[in-house]
């Protein structure tokens, strides 16, 4: 069972920028893909990035060009670098992992960490 760790949240202004991190812990074999969720109040939980294990990347479209997601994989732990936040951006962040298909289409059944609130508002 692997255990992930959000961090890296926080209250920005808009057109700020955060990096959130994912550490990943526990019994860690080769992960396919990893995803960056979020989830705004009263929204369904949403893929904003995902990540394969050979670097193939897709974005949501209302990220694209501001979000990007990368790993650190010495240390086990996935990043997303987050600039030009807008006020939309407001959410709790979550990671996860799985093969692309899931990840791509959501269809995580793996538990999930607490996430990392991000506030972004003047």
């Known amino acids: 069972q692997v255990q992930l760790v959000e961090s890296g949240g926080g209250l920005v202004q808009p057109r700020g920028s955060l990096r959130l991190a994912c550490a990943a812990s526990?019994?860690?074999?080769?992960?396919?893909?990893m995803g960056w969720y979020r989830q705004a109040p009263g929204k369904q939980l949403e893929l904003v990035a995902a990540l394969s294990a050979i670097d193939s990347t897709r974005y949501a479209d209302s990220v694209k060009g501001r979000f990007t997601a990368s790993r650190d994989d010495a240390k086990n732990t996935w990043f997303l670098q987050m600039n030009n936040l807008k006020p939309e951006d407001t959410a709790v962040y979550y990671c996860?992992?799985?093969?692309?298909?899931?990840?791509?289409?959501?269809?995580?059944?793996?538990?999930w960490g607490q996430g990392t609130q991000v506030t972004v508002s003047s």
């Open positions: 526990g019994r860690i074999a080769t992960i396919p893909a």
């Open positions: 996860n992992y799985d093969t692309w298909l899931a990840v791509t289409e959501s269809r995580i059944f793996r538990p």
